[in-house]
Structures are given as structure tokens and as C-alpha cells.
């Protein structure tokens, strides 16, 4: 019986000595050796299962993968005096595990280095550019521009992008370039950073809505004047085609009304001249033609008895009468 | 017993979803011990109870199930060993093998601004609720924007192994990027017309950049949802609205008048043309026929002219002088008219 306890208690810390003395190491970490906190030989940077000297060696694992850094908003102003808040993230790795446990020992501590070097390096890139630096990336990019609100938008110069020396890249590029030297000691790699967030702050926005109002409100008033120019346009054109077409009948009428008479004219002359006897005719018919007009019901018409109607009133022969 | 506390330590998901097996292997060593102590006699159906116990939580543990849309990762120790395809799988019990669930032809997506309730993955709803919609465009305009973006996992070792958390990585992408796309263009090209460019320049810039940080992700789509100005800035781009729609109706009202008149004036001129035409034709054939008649009598005139002469005048008068009521027939031996005058007949005559 004694024996079986002693055997089990042997089990029993045999299995205790063999758990203690091996250990495993994952895909997304690598080891820092340590006997009694120093570190000893070289950090264990490939997986699977390892063995240490039991009780007096620690592991301490470190992060293998890509790690992420989210800042926080901070205010800050820009060149142009702007206060904006900013949000950045980063991303970086470990390097060099020992540097790194021996200078930072755990996260925490490295992301608020990073918290300190990334944030001064923000706000020095920060004054030195205008926001619009910060907030535009491609240089020459010629926006789109609404047919409807092309030509209002050309003589007031809106729609248009306020034009940048560098743009965001290269402002990104300079908080990188500087912070990524300062991070070196710890054994970090800082991979990029980049903008999260850009906005302004809640003192400007009030100003920045009042502006964008304004800026609105010209644009509708540019409708508006231009609908009502257009449309005093279109009511001037139609006075004028009006006109235009009006005289252009009376014109037309009058010059196919004249070219008619002459016609008729030619017409008549032709006929009524062609020789003397012809004149003679004419003058005759016509006259006899009017007569039937000119002399009305209420006429008095004094006639002699030389006429040639009432000539025989005065006798058979007047002719012979008149000779004698 | 090391990895385990360190990945407690550093917050991670530690890519071992699936390993129940070492801290129960460890709960039932410190069992049988107490066991062992409770019963020093140590009756052997009692031993025999708890290995079978022991096996029974070992085959528990032995086997696992990869869902159809997914892929399994096993880790022997922690080491990378293989890639598992969807179906019943066996692994080695006790916590030996890990195998991790990636859904890897599940479409995934994250909501920027807005919220689909009911999400399952806590990387797609916003964290930072409407703050991550704010943006300043490229004229120095603010406006809100929502959008979308659909990804797939393709490559579950980077997914699981490269970086710690691909998930909130692809948000910063995302909201970075649209930034960048927002900050370069106008806000009438981010409200109205730039929408679908905006898409697909984010989607590719947010194509590259996940390839650049081989997170194991490949984006689908980018799909905008609403992008307005800021609340206070919202009327006044109603009333720009408003004014267009009323610049339109002003132009229409004119040109309804000028249609009014301008076709009937056309319409007139036709007509007033055509009736002088008419009348061109009336002269004409008037004329041609009045010339038609006279030639014609010229003719018989010429024949006879003395007596046509006479018949043609005695014609008229006989036609003419009946008409006329008052008639006076002097002769030039009767020097005085007035007696044969009429007085009451004339008076009555005038007006």
C-alpha cells in the first residue's frame, strides 16, 4: 500500500518536472528565454513544442505578427491655424525580440511609446502643412464637374479643388520617416502609418457649415437669376421672331400683291395698245362700262337735245337741221 | 502551459479557437490525484472508472467538424501543419493538435456609419458610430458618407498568422482610403456625380493596400450608401436644389409663351402669303380675261366701228337712265330751265 503511494507521488512529480520543462511555441509568437528574469541565449522564433530546464527558466512570449496602432483623436492646429483632429493608425512588428523585452518588457508600454513618438511627429507635420495638404493626395486631378453647373461654377471658380505643393502621401511619408527612426531602439519596425481620420474641430465646424452655406446659396441664386435671364431671353426672342415673321408676311404679301398688279397691268396695257383703233376702243368701252357706276338713282343729269341720245327729239334729220 | 498564460497576457485571439483539450487534461490529472488521495485502498474498478473517463474526454476531443464554407487551420504545438477542407476531420486529443474554423467562401462584410442589426462578426458594425463618416472634401467641405465594403478571407495562414487583427486592420484601410478618395475630390462630385468613380478608386486603393499588408483578405466591393452634407448644411443644398428646379420651370414658362405665339404667327404668315397668292391669281385671270373679252369685240369692232360705236352707246344709256329719277332734257334754243324744274320733287329729294 505504502508502495503504491510512493509510486504515485513519484508519477505525480515526474509529470509535474516533464509539463514544467516543455513548453510550445505558436505561428504568431516567438520566446524570450529568462532564468531568474535575465534572458538567456538566443529568442526561440520557430514553432512547435520546446524544451527548457524545469522551475528555473520563464517563457515569455512575443507577439511574431503584424501589430496594429490606433491612436487617439488629438486636436491640433494646422499651418494655416485650423484646429482639426486628427486619427492615425500604424502598423509595425517586432524586430528584435530581446531589444524589446529588455527596453519595453510588454505591449502596453510600446504602444504608448508610440503613442508619444507618433503623436509629436503628427503635430510637427502637422503645423508645417496647410490642411488642405493633409486632406487632398493627387496633385493635378481636375475634379468632375456637373453639366448643369458648369458655367455658374467656372466665373465663381467653384468646383474646383484647392490646389497642393504635396498632399497627403508625402505629409504620411514625413511622420513615418521621423517616427520610424525614434522607434528603431526598441526593436520595432514601424511598417507605415497612415490618416485614419481628418476633421474638423467642433469650434471651426460652425464657421465651416456657415461658409458652406454661403457658398450654396450663391450657387442658388445663380439659378435663379439664370432661369429668370433665359427666360427673359427666350421672351426677347419671341418679340423678335414674332416680328420677324409678321413682316416677313406683310413683305412677302405686299411684293406678291405688286408683282400681280404689274402683271395685270402689262396684261391690260398689252391688249389696249396694241394700235390706235385699239386706244380708241378701250377709251369708249370703258367709259360706257363706268357710266352704268358713276351715274346713281339721285343723279340729275341735264342732257341737251345736241346729245347724240336726243338728238331726234328735235327732229328726223338734225343733223341736216344743224347743217342748214 | 506557457503559450497559454502569454497569449492571456497579450489579449489575443491566440488563432487556437478549437483547444478545450490541455485545460481539461490538466482539471482531470489534479482529479485523479485528489482521488488517489481520498482513496488510498485503491479499488481498481474505481481506477478503471477514471481512465475510462479519461479516454472518453480524450476521443472528445479527437475530432472536429468543418462546416462547408470553411477551412480548417491545424497547429501541432502550436507549429503550422496543414489546411483542412470542409467535412469530419480527426486530430490528436489533449490539446496536441489545435484546428481554427475559417470561414473562408463566406462573404464578409463591414458597415461604416450605419448598422445592419444583428451582426455576428464585431468587425463589421461601426465603433465610433457617425464620427467615422465625417470627412473634408477636397474644397474644403464637409460631408457625411456611408458606405460598405465586401470581402472574402483567401487566405486563412496570413489571415491567421501574419497579422494580429486583420479585422480592425481592414476597417483603418477602409476608412483611410475613403478619406484619401473623398479628401481629392470636390463635395458635388462626392454628393452627385462622382459616386461610382469613388467606388471603384477606393476599391482599388483598398485592393492595394491589402495585398501590401497580406492580411489574407481580398475585397470584393466597395459600395457607397448615403452620403450627405452635415446636418446644419442640409437646407442649403435643398434650396440649390430647389433653385434648379426652379431655374427649369422659369425657362419652361417662357418658352410655354413663346410656343403659344411663335407657331400660330408662322401659321398666319402662311396664311396671309397664300391669300396673296390668291389674289395674284384673281388679278390674272381677271385681267386675262377682261383682255380676252375686249380683243374680242376689237375684233368685230374693227369691222364696223361707226355703228358698234353707237349700238354700244345707245346700249349704256338705255341701260343707265332709267335708274335716274331726275332727268333734264334741254335744248339751246330754250335759255331758261328753271320753270321745267320740279321744286316740291327736288326739295323732297334732299336729305
Known sequence: MNKLITLMVMLGVAAFVLISSIYTVSEVEQMIITQFGKPVGEPVTTAGLKIKIPFIQQVNPIEKRVLEWDGNPSDMPTKDKLYISVDLFARWRI????????????????????????GSETRNAVAKHELIEIIRTTRDREPLRDTLLTDAERDLNMGSLVPIQKGRKLVEQEIF????????????????????????????????????????????????????????????????????????????????????????????????????????????????ESYKFIIAENTTLVLSTDSELFKFLKGMNPDIGENQ | MSSQTGNGKWGS????????????EQLI???????????????????????????????????????????AVVQRFGKYVKEVQPGLHFKLPLGIDTATIVPVKRQLKQEFGFTTPGASD????????????????????AALVEWVVQYRISDPVKFLFEVREPGATLRYVSESVMREVVGDRTVDEVITIGRQEIESEA?????????KYAMGISIDQVQLKNINPPEPVQESFNEVNQAQQEKEKLINEARRDYNKVIPLAEGEKDQRIREADGYRLKRIN????????FSALLVEYTKAPEVTRRRIYVETLQAVLPGIRSKIIVDDQTNNILPLMNLNAANGEQP
Do not use: H
Not at chain 1, 106 to 116: I, V
Not at chain 1, 178 to 191: N, P, T
Not at chain 2, 34 to 63: C, E, F, H, N
Open chain 1, 95 to 118: 524586430t528584435d525580440p530581446l531589444q524589446y523585452f529588455l527596453r519595453l518588457r510588454d505591449e502596453r508600454s510600446a504602444q504608448s511609446r508610440l503613442d508619444d513618438i507618433l
Open chain 1, 177 to 288: 520617416a521621423a517616427a520610424a527612426e525614434k522607434v528603431e531602439v526598441f526593436g520595432i519596425e514601424l511598417l507605415d502609418i497612415r490618416f485614419k481620420r481628418i476633421n474638423y474641430n467642433e469650434s471651426v465646424r460652425p464657421k465651416i457649415y456657415d461658409r458652406m452655406i454661403s457658398e450654396r446659396r450663391q450657387i442658388a441664386e445663380r439659378f435663379l437669376s439664370e432661369g429668370n435671364g433665359e427666360a427673359a431671353r427666350i421672351r426677347g426672342n419671341r418679340v423678335r421672331d414674332l416680328n420677324k415673321i409678321q413682316s416677313e408676311a406683310y413683305r412677302q404679301v405686299e411684293e406678291i400683291r405688286g408683282l400681280a398688279d404689274a402683271k395685270a397691268t402689262e396684261i391690260y396695257a398689252r391688249a389696249y395698245n396694241q394700235n390706235a383703233e385699239a386706244v380708241a376702243f378701250y377709251e369708249f368701252t370703258r367709259t360706257m
Open chain 2, 13 to 24: 485571439p491566440s488563432g487556437r479557437g478549437v483547444n478545450p483539450g490541455s485545460e481539461l
Open chain 2, 29 to 71: 490529472e489534479q482529479g485523479q490525484e485528489r482521488l488517489k488521495q481520498v482513496m488510498p485502498d485503491g479499488s481498481s474498478s474505481k481506477v478503471i472508472v477514471i481512465v475510462v473517463v479519461a479516454l472518453l474526454i480524450g476521443a472528445w476531443t479527437a475530432y472536429y467538424t468543418v462546416p462547408s464554407d470553411s477551412v
Open chain 2, 122 to 141: 464585431p468587425y463589421q458594425s461601426p465603433v465610433a458610430g457617425k464620427r467615422e463618416t465625417e470627412m473634408v472634401t477636397g474644397d474644403l467641405n
Open chain 2, 203 to 211: 476599391l482599388t486603393k483598398m485592393q492595394a493596400l491589402s495585398t
Open chain 2, 286 to 293: 381677271e385681267a386675262e380675261g377682261d383682255v380676252a373679252r
